[in-house]
T-cell receptor, first 111, second 113 residues
C-alpha cells in the first residue's frame, strides 16, 4: 500500500510557467514532508521541506503548500526554467526515521 | 568532505551470487539508510540505522542484510541475488537528532541475470 501518493506522473511546462506537483498521505503521525529533485544518473537532493505546523514554506522559486486537514501537500515551482527539468519526489517521515516516497514526477520545461 | 560515497557504481551478478554494496559518509551522521529505486515506484526503504550497532527494517527488507559497526560505514549485503533485485540502490545519511535532511550517495546500478 502506497503511503504517499504523487501526481501527475509527468508534467510539461513552458519556460516561465508554474509547475505544480501534488502529494497525499494517510498517516497522521508523519511530521516531516520533504521534496527531492533528481537529475538522470544522480542521487536525489533535498529541495525544500516542511513540518505540519506551518501551511506554506517558500525558498526562492520553490514553495510547499501544506493542507493538514486534507492530508495533502504540493510543490509549486514559479518561473519554471529548462534547468528545472528533472524528476521530483515527495516524501513523508515520522521523526526522521522511516521515509516513504511518492512515485515521482518527471518535469520537462520547454523553452 | 566527500559526503556519501557508494561503491561500486555498476555491478552485474548471476542469480544466486552474493555481494556487498558499500556505503560510507564522512559527516559524522548518526542516521544511515538504504533505498532501492525502480521505475514507476519511487524510492523504497530497505534498511536503516540510527547509530552504530543499531539497525532496523524498512519497507522491503527481504533478501538484504545490513550491519553498522562504525558511524561511517553501512554496507548492504545481498545473500543470494535474484533477478527481482535488479535496481538502482541509494545510500543516504542524516544528522537525525538535529536535522532530518538526508544526503544521498550517487547510487549503484545492479543487474542480476
Amino acid at each position: 500500500q502506497q503511503q504517499v501518493k504523487q501526481s501527475p506522473q509527468s508534467l510539461i511546462v513552458q519556460k516561465g510557467g508554474i509547475s505544480i506537483i501534488n502529494c497525499a498521505y494517510e498517516n497522521t503521525a508523519f511530521d516531516y514532508f520533504p521534496w527531492y529533485q533528481q537529475f538522470p544518473g544522480k542521487g536525489p537532493a533535498l529541495l525544500i521541506a516542511i513540518r505540519p505546523d506551518v501551511s506554506e514554506k517558500k525558498e526562492g522559486r520553490f514553495t510547499i503548500s501544506f493542507n493538514k486537514s486534507a492530508k495533502q501537500f504540493s510543490l509549486h515551482i514559479m518561473d519554471s526554467q529548462p534547468g528545472d527539468s528533472a524528476t521530483y519526489f515527495c516524501a513523508a517521515s515520522m521523526k526522521g526515521n522511516q521515509f516513504y516516497f511518492g512515485t515521482g514526477t518527471s518535469l520537462t520545461v520547454i523553452p | 568532505n566527500a559526503g556519501v560515497t557508494q561503491t561500486p557504481k555498476f555491478q552485474v551478478l548471476k542469480t544466486g551470487q552474493s555481494m556487498t554494496l558499500q556505503c560510507a559518509q564522512d559527516m559524522n551522521h548518526e542516521y544511515m539508510s538504504w533505498y532501492r529505486q525502480d521505475p514507476g515506484m519511487g524510492l523504497r526503504l530497505i534498511h536503516y540505522s540510527v547509530g552504530a550497532g543499531i539497525t532496523d527494517q524498512g519497507e522491503v527488507p527481504n533478501g538484504y542484510n545490513v550491519s553498522r559497526s562504525t558511524t561511517e560505514d553501512f554496507p548492504l549485503r545481498l545473500l543470494s541475488a535474484a533477478p527481482s533485485q535488479t535496481s538502482v540502490y541509494f545510500c543516504a545519511s542524516s544528522a537525525y537528532g538535529t536535522s532530518y535532511e538526508q544526503y544521498f550517495g550517487p547510487g549503484t546500478r545492479l543487474t542480476v541475470t
